[in-house]
């Protein structure tokens, strides 16, 4: 039986096999949405009880764009399948979105009448608690979009429909697996958990011989909740605090499909007047993060780039001789 669950009472949907129609233009301002879940298909590979993928750790489902073009589609839980943008989700739309909001602009094409998009569900190598999903467009792997957390619950495909017209997407299910390899990110390989830690200025080209007093740094992970399968990463965050006189924090987050590093506006603590000297380091350390284009870890030393100014910090105060 084919479970097509309705968020929106009183739309016109028609239910025709694995086809999902809407018929009308309902949409009553250009941010509506109207959503539609199939409950009875589970894309999570720990909860799936399919015999056939008993021993898999790979669940697959598509969507053939049969009509109407702006149509997002993606994945859901039944406790976060909700009206318009209370749902949250992991969506493609040509963007990706959490179901609420814009998570990365221009990830891949916009979906049109014609398109086929298939979700690939994979448990994380070495990592169980997270879900890694890929997409296929036209047969064509994007790569990783998501790395979210698994839910330990029931994962079903969802359509969101921007109600402009008739609008109609075919499921596509019992796909071949092996058509669909999950491809990985087209990054370089690094233990990124290594620049975890607190650091020493070394040097910089725009201080005049720094001291290991000048700053300090402390990097953290961050650890979202592992409750909720809508705590999306889209890449490694961290949290960095660099001390001089003030404290410098913000995050920084390595994109997991780029490899392009990106950082919030830091936020500074307001302290009186201090040495011109470390005023000079204050500044270049705000125009660091300002700026910041790349984190490094070589060898015991760590290496951040912004732009024009670069900072070669060391783990620990070298011991000195006697």
């Not at 997002?72 to 399948?81: A, H, I, Q, S, V």
């Not at 997409?135 to 109600?163: C, D, K, M, T």
Request: contains cysteine; aromatic residues 6%; proline residues 6%.
């Amino acid at each position: 039986m084919m479970l097509w669950t309705k968020a929106d009472e009183g739309e016109q949907f028609t239910i025709e096999e694995n086809i999902a129609t809407m018929n009308n233009a309902v949409a009553k301002k250009s941010d509506s949405k109207f959503n539609l879940c199939r409950t009875d298909v589970d894309v999570n590979p720990t909860t799936n009880t399919n015999p056939d993928n008993e021993s898999s750790q790979t669940c697959i489902v598509g969507f053939k764009i049969l009509n109407g073009d702006g149509v997002w589609c993606g994945l859901t839980t039944e406790k976060k399948f909700a009206k318009g943008y209370k749902m949250k989700g992991l969506m493609y739309g040509g963007n990706l979105s959490n179901g609420s909001g814009l998570l990365s602009s221009h990830w891949g094409p916009p979906l049109k009448a014609g398109d086929e998009l298939v979700v690939v569900c994979r448990k994380c190598p070495a990592l169980e608690t997270k879900l890694c999903v890929f997409i296929y467009l036209n047969s064509v792997p994007l790569g990783l979009a998501f790395r979210a957390h698994n839910p330990q619950e029931p994962v079903h495909p969802v359509v969101s429909f921007p109600g402009k017209g008739k609008e109609s997407v075919k499921l596509l299910v019992d796909l071949d697996p092996s058509l669909y390899p999950c491809v990985p990110r087209s990054t370089v390989s690094v233990q990124i958990n290594d620049i975890v830690g607190t650091w020493v200025l070394k040097n910089c080209e725009q201080i005049d011989e720094p001291t290991f007093e000048d700053a300090k740094i402390v990097i953290k992970k961050c650890t979202p909740s592992q409750d909720d399968i809508m705590e999306i990463e889209i890449g490694d965050t961290f949290h960095i605090n660099i001390k001089v006189c003030n404290s410098i924090s913000f995050r920084a987050t390595r994109s997991f499909e780029s490899g392009q590093w990106t950082a919030t506006p830091c936020q500074s603590t307001m302290m009186m007047a201090h040495p011109e000297h470390l005023a000079n380091v204050e500044s270049n350390m705000i125009k660091l993060v300002e700026g910041l284009q790349s984190i490094i870890r070589k060898d015991e030393d760590l290496i951040m780039f912004g732009d024009n100014i670069s900072t070669l910090w060391c783990s620990d105060r070298p011991e000195e001789m006697d």
